[in-house]
C-alpha cells in the first residue's frame, strides 16, 4: 500500500515561514489532484491548497485564509507535493495533511492521505 510520507512541520514564530513536503512511497497513476488540508483543534478538516488536473492545464486553488501567503506545487510524476508557507500567522496551526487523488474510469476517485504534520505558531 503506497503512503504518503509528510515533512518540514515544526514551531515557528509568527511572520516566519515553513516548507512542507509530502512524497509517495510508491507510484500513484492517473493522479488527478494533489494538495493540502488542515485540522485545527476543535475544528474541521479544511482545504488549504490543491492542485487539480483540468484536461491538460492544473488548476490551483487556495482557501481564503491563506491567499496570497502560501504557495502550493507539485511534480505529478514524481508523487510529490510541497506548500511553502510565509507570513505565518498563529491561526495557521494545525495538523496539515498530505493528500494525493487518483481516478482511472469507471473507477472512483480514491484518496492517500498523509499522517500529518504539526505547524504550531507562536505569537
Known amino acids: 500500500q503506497v503512503q504518503l510520507v509528510e515533512s518540514g512541520g515544526g514551531l515557528v514564530q509568527a511572520g516566519g515561514s515553513l516548507r512542507l513536503s509530502c512524497v509517495a512511497s510508491?507510484?500513484?497513476?492517473?493522479?488527478?489532484?494533489m494538495g493540502w488540508y488542515r485540522q485545527a483543534p476543535g475544528k474541521q478538516r479544511e482545504l488549504v491548497a490543491t492542485?487539480?488536473?483540468?484536461?491538460?492545464?492544473?488548476?490551483?486553488k487556495y482557501g481564503d485564509s491563506v491567499k496570497g501567503r502560501f504557495t502550493i506545487s507539485g511534480d505529478n510524476a514524481k508523487n510529490t507535493v510541497y506548500l511553502q508557507m510565509n507570513s505565518l500567522k498563529p491561526e495557521d496551526t494545525a495538523v496539515y495533511f498530505c493528500n494525493i487523488g487518483r481516478s482511472s474510469w469507471p473507477e472512483p476517485r480514491y484518496d492517500y492521505w498523509g499522517q500529518g504534520t504539526q505547524v504550531t505558531v507562536s505569537s
Open positions: 492542485i487539480t488536473r483540468s484536461g491538460n492545464s492544473d488548476v490551483i
Open positions: 510508491g507510484t500513484i497513476t492517473n493522479v488527478i489532484a
